[in-house]
């Protein structure tokens, strides 16, 4: 059963810092995972994605140099380090896998930037 469980959300102040973890099981760490996120009344989008073994990943144009995504394949976990948060930021961010054609999402964890 492929399960993914984000944690590290929290209320931070403009320009802070926040890691964001997503802990995943049920399936193979040989797959690429993304972050994704959805803001009240908005579509979700992706914010960043990386490669099976880590070597790239890529960035929405709006955190790109902010946001690092990286993984620890030992430890079955994908991070999303944010840094200069901005009140656009605030949103429930979402771990994924596509898994055998299927799209997995974890719970969200709710991250909220104050102005």
């Known amino acids: 059963q492929v399960q993914l469980v984000e944690s590290g959300g929290g209320l931070v102040q403009t320009g802070g810092s926040l890691r964001l973890s997503c802990a995943a099981s049920?399936?193979?760490?040989?797959?690429?995972m993304s972050w994704y996120r959805q803001a009240p009344g908005k579509e979700r989008e992706l914010v960043a994605a990386?490669?099976?073994?880590?070597?790239?990943?890529n960035y929405a144009d709006s955190v790109k140099g902010r946001f690092t995504i990286s993984r620890d394949n030992a430890k079955n976990t994908v991070y999303l380090q944010m840094n200069s948060l901005k009140p656009e930021d605030t949103a429930v961010y979402y771990c994924?896998?596509?898994?055998?054609?299927?799209?997995?999402w974890g719970q969200g964890t709710q991250v909220t930037v104050s102005s």
């Open positions: 994924n896998v596509v898994w055998r054609y299927v799209n997995y």
């Open positions: 049920g399936f193979s760490s040989r797959y690429a």
């Open positions: 990386i490669t099976s073994a880590g070597g790239s990943a």
